[in-house]
């Protein structure tokens, strides 16, 4: 609701400006008062099955600069990160869900209230179910990361379609949700694959900060590629499943205050591309 507030006088500000936007009216006025924010949380959260305190049901306006922007952006092939035009930010963690990991970040994401995207594996959706329960019910989005992780361009088009098909149905029967947002393993992709997955309904998503934790990397590194790395719309990198990611824990508390400091809204992808974050489900 703050956000809301403060964007609301800072877009109107703008449109004072320019066309003479009042408080009262204008063509983007977002939801100022207490009543429909909480209006609006209920009806997503209701939707979406979640607890209405879930990070990813904040509120997220992006102006029509952005909105323009972002449009393109999704007519890429890939897309590497959001809109250059607002302090918006996605946290992103791949390979999951484990327990030991996963559950430790989320508990930080939980302590600092904000979202993150988690791109997991079928093979360990499978071995790990009730952790990727835990990830949605906390408020995340959930995207699919292929089955097995292998590199796209080696797979035969039903090779192909089964790494993806397969991960997306074990989601969705545990979450009634079809995935739309995807990340090739490797972030390797060429045009038969993009086609192919865009065909699929899915939407590619790399990154275009690497934090390369999956080295072991220590924690102020890793802070430090991401402080050195960062813009506005960034997609930052991480992982969430692994033996050598003590660094990604340690840095996250850090880096997730850095964001605030900076004024960088951390959104989950979709609400960075301004899409809804599952696909339509299976008649
Ligand atoms: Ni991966």
């Given at each position: 609701m703050r956000f809301y507030i403060q964007l609301g006088i800072g877009i109107c500000s703008l449109f004072l400006i320019g066309t003479g936007c009042t408080n009262q009216s204008g063509p983007m006025k977002p939801p100022v008062s207490q009543q429909e924010v909480q209006k609006e949380v209920k009806e997503k959260a209701e939707k979406e099955k979640l607890p209405k305190s879930a990070p990813s049901l904040q509120s997220v306006y992006l102006n029509q600069q952005e909105k323009a922007e972002v449009e393109d952006i999704k007519k890429q092939p890939i897309v590497y990160k959001g809109s250059q035009h607002s302090k918006k930010v996605a946290?992103?963690?791949?390979?999951?869900?484990?327990?030991?990991?996963t559950n430790k970040i989320l508990a930080i994401l939980k302590k600092e209230q904000v979202p993150a995207t988690f791109f997991v594996t079928g093979?360990?959706?499978?071995?790990?179910?009730?952790?990727?329960?835990?990830?949605?019910?906390?408020?995340?989005?959930?995207?699919?990361?292929?089955?097995?992780?292998?590199?796209?361009t080696k797979l035969s088009t039903s090779k192909l379609d089964q790494e993806m098909d397969q991960t997306n149905q074990l989601v969705e029967k545990l979450l009634g949700k079809k995935m739309r947002l995807m990340r090739p393993p490797y972030g390797a992709t060429n045009s038969q694959v993009q086609q192919q997955l865009k065909k699929k309904g899915f939407t590619i998503v790399n990154w275009d900060v690497d934090t390369n934790d999956w080295r072991g990397y220590s924690g102020p590194k890793i802070e430090g590629i991401v402080k050195s790395q960062l813009a506005n719309g960034s997609i930052i990198l991480?992982?969430?499943?692994?033996?050598?990611?003590?660094?990604?824990?340690?840095?996250?508390?850090?880096?997730?205050?850095?964001?605030?400091?900076?004024?960088?809204?951390?959104?989950?992808?979709?609400?960075?591309?301004?899409?809804?974050?599952?696909?339509?489900?299976?008649?």
């Amino acid at each position: 609701m703050r956000f809301y507030i403060q964007l609301g006088i800072g877009i109107c500000s703008l449109f004072l400006i320019g066309t003479g936007c009042t408080n009262q009216s204008g063509p983007m006025k977002p939801p100022v008062s207490q009543q429909e924010v909480q209006k609006e949380v209920k009806e997503k959260a209701e939707k979406e099955k979640l607890p209405k305190s879930a990070p990813s049901l904040q509120s997220v306006y992006l102006n029509q600069q952005e909105k323009a922007e972002v449009e393109d952006i999704k007519k890429q092939p890939i897309v590497y990160k959001g809109s250059q035009h607002s302090k918006k930010v996605a946290l992103t963690f791949d390979d999951g869900p484990d327990v030991e990991l996963t559950n430790k970040i989320l508990a930080i994401l939980k302590k600092e209230q904000v979202p993150a995207t988690f791109f997991v594996t079928g093979i360990m959706v499978k071995e790990y179910p009730e952790m990727l329960k835990k990830i949605y019910e906390h408020g995340h989005v959930i995207g699919n990361h292929t089955w097995s992780h292998p590199q796209l361009t080696k797979l035969s088009t039903s090779k192909l379609d089964q790494e993806m098909d397969q991960t997306n149905q074990l989601v969705e029967k545990l979450l009634g949700k079809k995935m739309r947002l995807m990340r090739p393993p490797y972030g390797a992709t060429n045009s038969q694959v993009q086609q192919q997955l865009k065909k699929k309904g899915f939407t590619i998503v790399n990154w275009d900060v690497d934090t390369n934790d999956w080295r072991g990397y220590s924690g102020p590194k890793i802070e430090g590629i991401v402080k050195s790395q960062l813009a506005n719309g960034s997609i930052i990198l991480q992982h969430n499943s692994g033996n050598t990611l003590q660094g990604t824990v340690d840095a996250l508390p850090n880096i997730i205050k850095y964001l605030k400091a900076q004024k960088y809204q951390l959104v989950t992808v979709d609400q960075l591309l301004d899409m809804p974050p599952y696909q339509e489900k299976t008649k």
